[in-house]
């Protein structure tokens, strides 16, 4: 059974930074690709963040590019999320999705697997 299990979500004032973590469990995980997604309350969940597994190539969603950085770590099979400039519309339940079936990492719809989601809340 694959599992992502997130962490280092919080509450930090505008402008701080915060570092997610998301690490796979589970004999058969494998993935092309990792994402980050959010989602705020009364809102759909939207793509945040990508990187392609095996070369590492990186995307962003506008909204967050020059501020956020995606990362990975093979060995571990970890994905982080490094938050810089946070502002108080970052605030959402952050979660990370792995599994990827095909087409694009900035569709939800293609992930097979999910965390459980972790609270990122940006004061002003």
């Known amino acids: 059974q694959v599992q992502l299990v997130e962490s280092g979500g919080g509450l930090v004032q505008s402008g701080g930074s915060l570092r997610l973590s998301c690490a796979a469990s589970g004999r058969t995980f494998s993935t092309t690709a990792m994402g980050w997604f959010r989602q705020a309350p009364g809102k759909e969940r939207e793509f945040v963040a990508g990187?392609?597994?095996?070369?590492?190539?990186?995307y962003y969603a506008d909204s967050v590019k020059g501020r956020f950085t995606i990362a990975r770590d093979n060995a571990k099979i970890t994905v982080y999320l490094q938050m810089d400039s946070l502002k108080p519309e970052d605030t959402a339940v952050y979660y990370c999705?792995?599994?990827?079936?095909?087409?694009?990492?900035?569709?939800?719809?293609?992930?097979?697997?999910w965390g459980q989601g972790t609270q990122v809340t940006v004061s002003s």
């Open positions: 990187v392609l597994w095996n070369v590492g190539a990186t």
């Open positions: 999705a792995g599994g990827l079936y095909s087409g694009s990492l900035r569709n939800s719809d293609r992930y097979a697997y």
